[in-house]
């Protein structure tokens, strides 16, 4: 027992533990510095490419879920080469099935849009303003237009039709709108033509130049409703819904588009990727901590004399051990503090170049580069541990070493 108060008593104090473990940074500083700049590097390298992991997926996630009713929404429609459309009753038995919060129809017809004296045949597409919501479409100029509110949005290729530039310029202007209710089937109303009398003040601009002009109506600017529908969207009342959704519907014959299986795929691809990536910083951060391994063996090596001093004036194993253990904790706690500055500044960097770029072009900003704050906190952790184990051996050792071995190195 008087051993163990003894021993207790020998035992460094915390401040007197840390005032030993900075000397390091005094007595070796260079050697110190490179060994911290190593592990920085390769921990810099690691958030570096991380960081653009989590940045590509971003921005791909980004782009296909636009609004958080999207994911749980399924476009519903019969194959093309059945020639089947959607009829009022169909419509209605879908909006019946169990788990279906809502429905949004969509009817495609062909149409004529005018302006003053110039005049495009496009494609109009009938729909309620909840569509927009549902598919994640939001329009890249103006805004789409609202519940009960008669308005128009139309793609790039549609405006150029009516010589109108695909800008804000263009929103707020009154559109001429001719339809025709024509298609396959005998659904009533089929080869029916629509003037709208009153024109249609156009509320936003998709851009889209991959399809032919099409053009977004607003139901309520329709006096008569569509025969039939080529598209409907429902949203399930619980993500945990869209699978069984999607399988009942593909039984009945339909054709279904789920975005949340585009979403799926592209995590696994961007998952894919950011793990490619990580291996390369990891093979970077494994490299430095093999110089910090190397730096704490010599160190150890050299002080093999002051450790036999050090226990011959009391000190315990515990505390030369603890004096390693906290030499290589900073070591490597300050590796990781300036990793994670360099990934984040050279990210923050290259993402402030890109977005003058994008913005020069006529784009908007864009961020490569994003670094979550959970992965910060994980990278100090490990670059502790890092350290940790790179002093593990030497501390261990200095517990093994005697006052008499020591002095014999001298």
Known sequence: MNEHMEESRNHLSAIDLMRLSLRVFKTKPIRTFLTIMG????????????????????????KLVTTEDSLMALGVSYPAES???????????IANMPNVGEISPMAEFPGEIK?????????????????????????????????GEKGIVLSSQAAKLLNMAPDQTSVGKDIGLKLTYQGAGDQGGIGEEIVLNDPIKLTGIIIDDTQAPFAFV???????????????????????????????????????????????????VMNIITTILGVFGIAALIVSAIGMFNTMIVGFLERI??????????A?????????????LLM?????????????????????VLSIFAQRLGGSPIRLFI????????????????????????????????????????
């Open 332 to 352: 490597g706690l300050s590796g990781g503090i300036g990793g994670v500055t360099i990934g984040i500044a050279a990210g923050e960097t290259v993402n402030f």
């Open 218 to 268: 607003s139901a309520a600017a329709i006096d008569k409703k569509p025969p039939f529908y080529k598209e409907i969207l429902l949203k399930a009342t619980n993500i945990d819904y869209v699978e069984t959704l999607r399988d009942a519907l593909i039984e009945q014959g339909f054709i279904i588009s789920a975005r949340l299986d585009l979403v799926n795929q592209a995590k696994k």
């Open 305 to 314: 004399y002051e450790v036999g001093i050090m226990k011959s004036l009391g």
């Open 39 to 62: 592990m920085s590097v390769g921990i810099g390298t690691v958030m570096f490419l991380i960081s653009m992991g989590y940045g590509l997926q971003f921005i791909l996630i980004g």
């Open 371 to 410: 670094t979550p704050g959970w992965f910060v906190v994980t990278t100090l952790i490990l670059s502790s541990m890092i350290g940790l184990i790179a002093g593990f051996w030497p501390a261990h050792r200095s517990t093994t070493l005697s006052p008499k071995e020591a002095f014999k190195t001298r």
């Open 83 to 93: 020639e089947l459309s959607i009829n009022p009753q169909t419509m209605e038995s």
């Open 115 to 147: 302006v003053g004296g110039s005049t495009g045949l496009i494609i109009a597409r009938i729909i309620e303003p909840s569509y927009f919501r549902l598919s994640g479409l939001i329009p890249d100029v103006g805004k789409a237009f609202k519940e």
């Open 316 to 328: 315990t194993d515990r505390d030369v051990k603890n004096l390693f253990l906290m030499e290589s």
